[in-house]
């Protein structure tokens, strides 16, 4: 049985996360202004909490692709400055970008210390767990989904935001089942890692549409919002 009754094919949008090449909002970080909105970045996190709203308020979200402007556009551009969670979510993606992606140590005296966890560690031995309570009780998750190792803040933008809604695990791979905002109505997007040794650098095999590889994933505040029309 799925863990939720979500199914990108029914439950996520028609259209894809390809808008205009301006940028239609800059969220104000505390690393300065992050245009987002181009064809870069999208308006993934937007899709990802206004599918999750529609969800909540059992309805279908909209078929048609909104034009800037329109209500479902602007709602969409507002889900994507909530989605960010301002100012501690665009701190943590930040945090994540310039974390390495196995736990770093040092041998001192005969004893071996962890110094900093990485990424596999935070993804696997700290989020999981707290996804899989949500999936467990049927809610479908949004992630932040890391791609990039920088210390440019103007790198925030190229991270990415997806919803788990289903996994299967086994002892040696575990298999979250996303919707992609990216890859639209398919329901074979996934997220796919080995959860055995999260100390070490694990690689997060993936078929998102983003060109990019996962360094690791967390689960993003979200409250809901009434979706427009409704």
């Not at 100390?199 to 060109?211: E, K, S, Y």
Request: with cysteine; hydrophobic share 40%; net charge negative.
């Amino acid at each position: 049985m799925p863990a939720t009754n979500f199914l990108p094919s029914r439950d996520g949008f028609a259209f894809t996360n390809v808008w205009p090449s301006e940028p239609d909002v800059a969220l104000p970080t505390p690393f300065g202004p992050i245009d987002i909105g181009n064809a870069d970045a999208g308006l993934c996190g937007g899709m990802v909490f206004g599918a999750l709203d529609y969800w909540h308020s059992g309805t279908a979200p909209p078929a048609a692709r909104p034009a800037p402007g329109e209500p479902l556009y602007r709602y969409l551009v507002r889900r994507l400055v909530d989605s960010w969670n301002l100012p501690a979510g665009a701190a943590q993606y930040y945090q994540w970008m310039n974390l390495p992606d196995g736990d770093a140590s040092l041998d001192i005296a005969g004893q071996h210390i962890t110094t900093e966890r990485g990424l596999a560690w935070r993804s696997i031995g700290v989020q999981w767990p707290q996804i899989t309570a949500d999936l467990g009780q049927g809610t479908p998750v949004a992630l932040g989904v890391v791609t990039v190792a920088s210390a440019s803040p103007g790198d925030l933008g190229l991270n990415h935001q997806v919803l788990a809604y289903d996994y299967q695990a086994a002892p040696d791979q575990v298999t979250v089942r996303v919707y992609d905002p990216n890859s639209g109505q398919k329901d074979g997007i996934h997220i796919q890692f080995d959860p055995r040794n999260p100390a070490d650098p694990t690689a997060f095999r993936h078929n998102l549409n983003i060109g990019r590889p996962v360094r690791g994933f967390f689960r993003t505040s979200y409250t809901a919002a009434t979706p427009p029309g409704l």
